[in-house]
């Protein structure tokens, strides 16, 4: 196969986004517990946080971290989550069927934010509770101090308000799972209230209300429609779940950026007919606050019933093959391709429960095939998103007809004069050939072109041997009158800058 790409400085959709590189920690299975902390582990500080764990929180490049759930929160006590460890309730999580001991909570994490060079992005339960909460949550999170609840955090040992400025209004309320599921109505009222309070004690704060948990919702779009209906003027942004799985079809799992980018067009489209009819000038973003590859695969165990409530338990822990990296590095392509209106995104999640960073209690820390795209995208896209002209052969498949062989993104850094495209082959049975024309850019020459790909598109990193498929220098590529030429194996996802 072949494929054509140009480039050009001037052709550009907006900037690189920080907030593009976000993840997520909830407490569900060993995200939290034994996953970024473990007091008595040999890489912990004195705060219980795993060395090892933030060496690799690190080395991926997160940016944002989204906060404590999920659908966890949707049950949540925040309060049971801070003060004496010896006085906090041990309790039923409805949402994972498992036992919550409450030894890290909200004072922790924001300790962890710091230690990790991360931004909280803090949710709060409109499932179980609603505005009266949150505002005192807010309150004890970010008031001075003079206030009964920023007293009692002071108390805790925490003088400086914490600061939290990116709050999501509640988890999923849209699927019939959720503790406390609403109606678009129901919650668009709620999310806009509690939004309205929340602003009266801190007006400058980003607040993201619920949209759908997939684009295959039944009441997608009907519900971004009715919620922002309601809450329209009281928002910035409105968030959106999506997670994919190869399910016997590779053709259409390799195509899965696909989907997010109706996705995205489908919300945007929304939000404007909403913002229209009410002759707003204001544009609500897109949160894309929970993304991945996700199996719930039989013998990784999904969510407990009956009589047993663990801590903790090994739970969702997927283990990715060369196929779901360049899925990864796919729809990162598509979060940066849509910075215009995706703001905000998170990769759910970030230790062990669906993550690229995995953790043996009292043992090693690892990364996952997953880990490499995120961690190259995160640490070279820079500057701004450049929009590309892919002239690439297309393929059957059976999800969505006809998608492209090849797709990429590109972005430039003016200042410092660097070029970075970021490009999957999707097909299965050739390597394809691409013409970069960067001619535009003068001249320019090749600083790294990586690769990630295996003959085997199912080798999983495993604790032992997580370092034998890696992306490596590309040798094929070459740099001739301003035209870069590579040559692209099947399954794969490269990374060339240039300068
Ligand atoms: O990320 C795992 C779960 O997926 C989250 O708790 C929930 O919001 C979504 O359904």
């Known amino acids: 196969h072949s494929a054509r790409i140009a480039i050009d400085p001037s052709f550009t959709v907006g900037p690189v986004r920080r907030e593009t590189f976000g993840s997520f920690v909830e407490h569900l299975g060993r995200c939290v517990y034994t996953g970024i902390y473990e007091p008595g582990h040999p890489s912990a500080d004195a705060q219980g946080f795993r060395g090892d764990v933030l060496d690799l929180v690190k080395e991926l490049g997160v940016s944002t971290v989204r906060y404590p759930g999920g659908n966890f929160v949707s049950g949540y006590k925040w309060e049971d989550g801070v003060g004496p460890a010896a006085d906090r309730p041990v309790r039923y999580d409805l949402a994972w069927h498992s036992t919550e001991t409450n030894a890290f909570g909200l004072n922790e994490f924001m300790a962890w934010t710091k230690a990790s060079g991360t931004e909280a992005m803090m949710a709060v339960n409109l499932g179980t509770r609603g505005i009266q909460e949150a505002l005192e949550l807010l309150e004890y999170s970010n008031a001075p101090g003079g206030t009964a609840l920023s007293e009692l955090r002071r108390s805790h040992g925490v003088d400086e308000p914490h600061g939290i400025t990116f709050w999501c209004l509640g988890n999923e309320m849209d699927g019939p799972w959720q503790l406390g599921h609403k109606t678009a109505t129901e919650y668009g009222r709620l999310a806009a209230e509690t939004a309205r309070g929340m602003r009266q004690m801190f007006p400058e704060l980003t ?198 062989l090849v797709d990429a993104v590109a972005t430039h850094d003016a200042d410092a004069g660097t070029m970075a495209l970021f490009v999957v082959n999707r097909a299965l049975d050739a390597a394809t050939s691409i013409r970069l024309d960067a001619t535009a850019f003068g001249d320019v020459s090749l600083v790294e072109a990586l690769t990630f790909s295996n003959d085997d598109v199912h080798w999983r990193a495993s604790e032992q041997d997580s370092t034998s498929v890696l992306p490596t220098p590309n040798p094929t590529a070459a740099l001739a009158d301003g035209a870069l030429t590579i040559e692209l194996p099947p399954v794969s996802w490269s990374m060339v800058r240039l300068t």
């Not at 009281?234 to 799985?245: G, N, Q």
């Not at 690892?366 to 070279?380: E, G, N, V």
């Open 207 to 404: 607040l993201v209300a619920c949209g759908s948990s997939s684009s295959n919702m039944p009441t997608f779009g009907e519900w971004e429609r009715i919620v922002l209906t309601e809450a329209y003027d009281e928002v910035d942004l409105i968030s959106a779940h999506a997670y994919y799985r190869e399910e016997n079809d590779l053709p259409s799992f390799l195509a899965a950026a696909d989907d997010l980018d109706y996705f995205v067009a489908s919300v945007a489209a929304t939000a404007d007919a909403v913002g229209a009819a009410r002759k707003s000038p204001k544009k609500i973003g897109i949160s894309f606050d929970e993304w991945n590859v996700w199996y719930h695969e039989e013998e990784n165990p999904g969510i407990i019933t009956g009589g047993e409530w663990p801590v903790a338990p090994r739970m969702e822990e997927d283990r990715y093959t060369v196929a779901d990296a360049v899925v990864v590095g796919n729809l990162l392509i598509s979060l940066l391709r849509n910075t215009d209106r995706v703001h905000s995104a998170s990769q759910a999640q970030l230790v062990n429960a669906i993550a690229p960073i995995m953790t043996e209690p009292g043992g090693a820390a690892w990364r996952q095939t997953i880990f490499h795209p995120f961690a190259l995208t995160s640490r070279f896209a820079a500057g701004r998103v450049l929009r590309v002209a892919i002239d690439s052969p297309s393929y059957e498949n059976a999800r969505f007809g006809s998608s492209e």
